[in-house]
């Protein structure tokens, strides 16, 4: 959808565990020959969580972000938790986001958008319309995922993909002679994937509670190849929704930051016609970070230079549903 909303980033920051687990440590937990991870999954190593939790690496991350905007905790009107995996069913991440941060008695309102892999997307459109509004004037969205708990090694393909990490922004509103904006954003959900990537634990469905519980629903579960057909299926037409000419080239944008799926879902990228020097890839050295994969490429994108004032940026993702989503705008 072709849309301008004067959404401008003015700050932005990452947290990485410490730990680094190469991918020989885990062919040798998953009982795979070396080096088959990083052919089959294109991750030579990731970062994963020693004693931290969700909240705390986000506030981390935050705290870079607002330092960057030139701003303190304080000055915010909202935080977002936009993370595909919670720290605890309740409270929402968000407030314990908010509390992290110093600001447990601020009265700040927190709030979570979670839709999986694409919950930063979804956010930033969210964000974008509150400042359009004028409801608010300062929101920090903030991905944390923390996957490396539950993984099932006996699955070694969705296994070794994941990594933890965390990254955030500061959003603004735009001034009027700002060129920072989104232009377009798109989402389209397919139920009939939603079995092909899920947890299926955690709720009220397979509560601990209930007669026959099985553990393993508590870990994640993924059937790549299904959701490579299934996305095959509608990328292209999603593609011409989002941005018309996105599935034959970049037209003009500058810049893509993909969700780091895995290796065979970026090579999936290169039929599209985009050159492969335009495409930011950080799956080598962080793995799959669920939600925080677009944000913590980004911020590799910023940091390094790659991406510069008035570029145009295109963020884009599949997710557990199964859905698609994707934002293009000026940065």
Known sequence: MNLTLPLKIAGIGRYLPSRVVPSSELESQCGVPEGWVEHRNGVRERRWVTTETSSFMAAQAALEAL?????????????INASGTAEQAIPDT?????????????????????????????????????????????????????SSCGIDLKQPESASLVGDAAAA????????????????VHFRTFG??????????????????????????DLFRMDGPAVLRMVRQFDEGFL??????LSKSLVDIDLVVPHQSS?????????????????????????????????ATLYEAVRSGRLKRGDKVLLVGTGAGLSLGGLVMVY
Not at 67 to 79: H, I, K, S, Y
Request: a negative charge.
């Open 67 to 79: 330092a960057d905007a030139g701003l303190e905790p304080g000055e915010l009107d909202l935080v």
């Open 94 to 146: 968000g407030a314990l986001i908010q509390r992290e941060l110093g600001l447990g008695r601020s009265g700040i309102p927190a709030m979570s958008v979670h839709t999986t892999c694409l919950s930063f997307i979804t956010a930033l459109e969210v964000a974008a319309h509150f400042l359009f509004s004028g409801r608010f004037g300062r929101i920090l969205v903030a991905s944390s995922d923390i």
């Open 169 to 184: 922004v500061v959003v603004t509103r735009a001034d009027a002679d700002d060129r920072s904006r989104i232009c377009n």
């Open 192 to 217: 009939d994937g939603a079995c092909l990537t899920s947890i299926m634990g955690g709720g009220s469905a397979r509560h601990p509670h209930k007669p026959g519980h099985d553990p393993g629903d």
């Open 240 to 245: 011409e929704e989002l941005y018309p000419g």
């Open 263 to 295: 290796r065979v879902g970026l090579q999936l990228l290169q039929r599209y016609g985009w050159p492969a020097e335009a495409v930011l890839q950080t799956l080598g050295e962080l793995g799959n970070c669920v939600a925080a994969s677009i944000p």
